[in-house]
Nanobody, 126 residues
């Protein structure tokens, strides 16, 4: 069993930046694949970004490409989501998710992931 803890959310003005963290604990090795999803009020949870174990493969939703960067530090069992040039439409609860299989073509699918964080609120004011 692995426990994921999301943190780093907050209130920021449009154009600002935030860095989210996802810390994993409970198992002796870090998850192979980690993703970030977000859910705005009244909307379904959507894919934001995913990263492979080595960090060499990264995928992004079109809506965040060029503004968000996913990275990881396996020594710290932590994955980060650096969010720049934030827009009001980025407002959502952000969740990290993980599984212990290599990154596959299903990285956008919520049911691909076995473990989820509790979520962290990001609010971008205009």
């Amino acid at each position: 069993q692995v426990h994921l803890v999301d943190s780093g959310g907050g209130l920021v003005q449009a154009g600002g930046s935030l860095r989210l963290s996802c810390a994993a604990s409970g198992r002796t090795f870090t998850p192979y694949t980690v993703g970030w999803f977000r859910q705005a009020p009244g909307r379904e949870r959507e894919f934001v970004a995913a990263i492979s174990w080595s960090g060499g493969i990264r995928y992004y939703a079109d809506s965040v490409k060029g503004r968000f960067t996913i990275s990881r530090d396996n020594a710290k069992n932590t994955v980060y989501l650096q969010m720049n040039s934030l827009k009001p439409e980025d407002t959502a609860v952000y969740y990290c998710a993980a599984h212990y299989r290599p990154l596959s073509g299903n990285y956008r699918e919520r049911n691909e992931y076995d473990y989820w964080g509790q979520g962290t609120q990001v609010t971008v004011s205009s």
